[in-house]
Structures are given as structure tokens and as C-alpha cells.
């Protein structure tokens, strides 16, 4: 054996002995709670996400009657349908929180479960040829994880050309003003004639995404569903 191999050898059976014995010395934790938890999430957690569900505005999935709400008649909705995990609050709230603030980059692969469950229960039946998201690295890894769960291409077609404001701090009127001029479609071919999914963690006015959704169809893309982990509540 070189001595290259020998090494690299070395230090794989150290990572191995070191994450044994993170786990006898620091046992799994619930990453909301903080309790001990062999499960991804404890089993109290997970029984506090309020998931949506019932009659949905056929359009932009707000809870109701089952009929098209207010907001979306008066609105110019470049998307076909959006559709929701679960509302933005307790166990969602705070799992989003240690990913994208604390960069707890393991749960990626938990959030892309829940919106493939969302995706299931929504859009199954639906043809998409592409999965796409906000161009930022923590949206990347979910579309990335999404991508080998659904079997969908990530398009990661979608670049950030311009500043926009925080939109939590901003009015409805001025939400839906804030995202234009700051992305662009990079490469428009790729979406012509094709059924988009965007995905994104959380749906508040949904300006974003819709801003997004309007570029896409700019590019030629058919139809474009959205998909989120959790509508603002």
C-alpha cells in the first residue's frame, strides 16, 4: 500500500471512531427541541407541524372555502398553482431557522423530504420537467436532495443580478415591487415549452416567487407550479 492510500486510510478510520463516539459521548439530538432523539425529529416535534390542508384556494393554496380567494382574483399570478407543507410556525419555524441561520446543512435532506411529501400529495400527476429554487446555496442543497428524490433535473437556471430588501420588512405593496430586477433566467432555451416546479422554503405574499414565475414564462417555460416547505401564517 503507498503511502498516499496508507494515509487516506488513516483518516477514514479516525472519522469513523470519531463519529462513533460523537454518538456514545453526545447522543443524536432533536434538532427543535434539543432532547435526545434517534429520530431525525422527536416525535413531540414532529406532532406540533400544522400541515395544510383542507379546502385550498385552487391557486395559491390559502386555506378557505376551496374556491379562488380574494388576493389571487385581484392579482396578476404568473404561476399555475402553489402549494404548501405546512404553516410557518413551532417545529417548521424553527427547523428552517437552524438551517438557514445556524447552518445546520444536515437537514437539507429532511426538508426536501417534506416537500416531497407535499409534492406527492399535490403534484404527482402533474408533467414537470424541471425542479428549479432562489438562487442561494441553502435553496441548492434542498433542490439538489429534491432532484435525486423526485427524479426531477434541477435546472439551477435562475441567477441573482441585483440587490433586493429583506421582504420581511417590507409592506404587501411593496413586496411585490421588491424582487423585480433582481434575477434573471440565465439560460432562456431551457425552459421553453417546459413545466417548471419552483421551490422554496417559506410562502409569505409569494412576490418572490412569483417574480420568478413571470421570468420563467418570459423564457417560454408552459406552466410553473410552486412548492414550499411552509406558508406564512
Known amino acids: ?6 494515509n487516506k486510510y488513516l483518516v477514514d478510520i479516525r472519522n469513523h471512531l470519531l463519529e462513533a463516539l460523537k454518538d456514545v459521548l453526545i447522543p443524536p439530538a432533536c434538532p427543535v427541541c434539543r432532547k435526545p432523539s434517534s429520530a431525525p425529529v422527536c416525535t413531540q416535534c ?14 395559491c393554496g390559502t386555506s378557505g372555502q ?11 399570478l404568473y404561476y399555475y398553482q402553489a402549494r404548501h407543507f405546512a404553516y410557518y410556525a413551532k417545529t417548521i419555524k424553527v427547523l428552517v431557522l437552524r438551517y438557514k441561520k445556524q447552518g445546520m ?8 423530504r417534506f416537500l416531497e411529501i407535499c409534492y406527492n400529495s399535490h403534484y ?4 414537470i420537467h424541471y425542479l428549479d429554487g432562489l438562487p442561494s446555496v441553502p435553496m441548492a442543497r434542498i433542490c439538489r436532495c429534491l432532484e435525486s428524490n423526485l427524479k426531477i433535473p434541477y435546472a439551477n437556471n435562475f441567477k441573482k443580478i441585483g440587490p433586493a430588501a429583506k421582504q420581511k420588512f417590507l409592506s404587501a405593496q411593496d413586496r411585490r415591487l421588491n424582487p423585480q430586477g433582481a434575477y434573471k ?4 432555451l431551457k425552459f421553453a415549452g417546459k413545466n417548471l416546479l419552483l421551490v422554496d422554503d417559506i410562502f409569505t405574499t409569494g ?15 408552459d406552466k410553473v407550479y410552486l412548492l414550499t416547505l411552509a406558508r406564512g401564517v
Not at 46 to 59: D, S, T
Not at 124 to 127: E, R, V
Open 124 to 127: 404527482s400527476a402533474a408533467p
Open 1 to 6: 500500500m503507498s503511502r498516499t492510500r496508507k
Open 66 to 76: 376551496g374556491e379562488t380567494c380574494t388576493n389571487c382574483r385581484s392579482s396578476e
Open 105 to 112: 446543512h444536515t437537514l437539507a435532506g429532511l426538508l426536501a
Open 207 to 221: 412576490s418572490t416567487l412569483n417574480c420568478l414565475a413571470r421570468l420563467a414564462k418570459r423564457a417560454g417555460a
Open 46 to 59: 414532529m406532532q406540533a407541524i400544522e400541515v395544510v390542508g383542507g379546502k385550498l384556494c385552487p391557486r
Open 185 to 188: 433566467v440565465a439560460r432562456s
